[in-house]
């Protein structure tokens, strides 16, 4: 029953801002009590964890995101967020979000495009 649907992604140019937003619908009234995350995969490459976020709001990040993005979660609205700033062409790739739920759900993907 659970739907997750991720938007927000675009084509940009290097330095510049993008944010991803993840909805997420059919929890039961449970989304608050589940880590969500942000994936991305990029051709020729494994898909790789971006970001999380715990129900108590701990985050954690990939080591290539250099302090450049922010995760963050609404509960009130079932919504996770990605703030990406100063993108580079190397994050372009398909942006997943993820509920971890009793049984992990997936979204289908955003695309994100950075060039020049």
């Known amino acids: 029953q659970v739907q997750v649907v991720e938007s927000g992604g675009g084509l940009v140019q290097p330095g510049e801002s993008l944010t991803l937003s993840c909805v997420v619908s059919g929890t039961g009234n449970r989304f608050n009590l589940f880590t969500l995350g942000w994936h991305r995969q990029a051709p020729g490459r494994q898909r790789e964890r971006v970001a999380v976020i715990t129900p108590a709001g701990t985050t954690n990040y990939g080591e290539f995101v250099e302090g450049r993005f922010t995760i963050s979660r609404d509960n009130s609205k079932n919504t996770v967020y990605l703030q990406m700033n100063s993108l580079k062409p190397e994050d372009t790739a398909v942006y997943y979000c993820?509920?971890?739920?009793?049984?992990?759900?997936w979204g289908q993907g955003t695309q994100v495009t950075v060039s020049s």
């Open positions: 993820l509920f971890s739920g009793s049984r992990p759900t």
